[in-house]
């Protein structure tokens, strides 16, 4: 099992997108084990985004994930990191593919409703950052009919 991080930014939940997506993340079979709604602080935002420092989309990326609160989710499933990021779609939702999150949804580049880790390895720092006190470790009533047991 993996645990992914998936981030509803300010612009999903402006748009009162929060339940549409989750529902959808949990319909593909991702289990929640954290979630927090909080607004980013610019120090948070910097260690988040530390990666894309110095880059022309920096200063306003920062500037939107603080301007109003976030949802951070903490999913967990096999191949969590793939499921979620195939789930949402290319990154600008003007090129993301129907059936995706972004390709539903999305309208813009500036703002893409949401981020995922990319990696295994980046959703160990990203949740470690968001969820600093630990996730919850449950099962499903239902995991013995969603998901492969190897």
């Given at each position: 099992m993996d645990t992914t991080?998936?981030?509803?930014?300010?612009?999903?939940l402006h748009r009162g997108l929060?339940?549409?997506l989750l529902s959808r993340f949990e319909d593909k079979g991702l289990q929640i084990v954290g979630m927090r709604?909080?607004?980013?602080?610019?120090e948070m935002a910097a260690q988040h985004y530390a990666e894309h420092v110095g880059r022309p989309f920096y200063e306003?990326?920062?500037?939107?994930?603080?301007?109003s609160p976030i949802m951070a989710l903490a999913l967990r499933g096999p191949e969590a990191v793939t499921v979620a990021?195939?789930?949402?779609?290319?990154?600008f939702g003007i090129e993301a593919q129907p059936g995706t999150l972004r390709g539903d949804f999305g309208c813009s580049k500036s703002y893409n409703l949401l981020h995922?880790?990319?990696s295994p390895e980046s959703a160990a720092r990203e949740l470690a950052l968001f969820f600093p006190d630990g996730l919850e470790d449950w099962e499903?009533?239902?995991s013995p009919w969603l998901w492969d047991k190897e």
């Amino acid at each position: 099992m993996d645990t992914t991080l998936i981030l509803f930014k300010p612009d999903a939940l402006h748009r009162g997108l929060a339940g549409r997506l989750l529902s959808r993340f949990e319909d593909k079979g991702l289990q929640i084990v954290g979630m927090r709604l909080l607004t980013l602080s610019q120090e948070m935002a910097a260690q988040h985004y530390a990666e894309h420092v110095g880059r022309p989309f920096y200063e306003g990326l920062v500037g939107f994930m603080t301007s109003s609160p976030i949802m951070a989710l903490a999913l967990r499933g096999p191949e969590a990191v793939t499921v979620a990021r195939a789930l949402m779609g290319k990154t600008f939702g003007i090129e993301a593919q129907p059936g995706t999150l972004r390709g539903d949804f999305g309208c813009s580049k500036s703002y893409n409703l949401l981020h995922g880790s990319d990696s295994p390895e980046s959703a160990a720092r990203e949740l470690a950052l968001f969820f600093p006190d630990g996730l919850e470790d449950w099962e499903p009533i239902q995991s013995p009919w969603l998901w492969d047991k190897e």
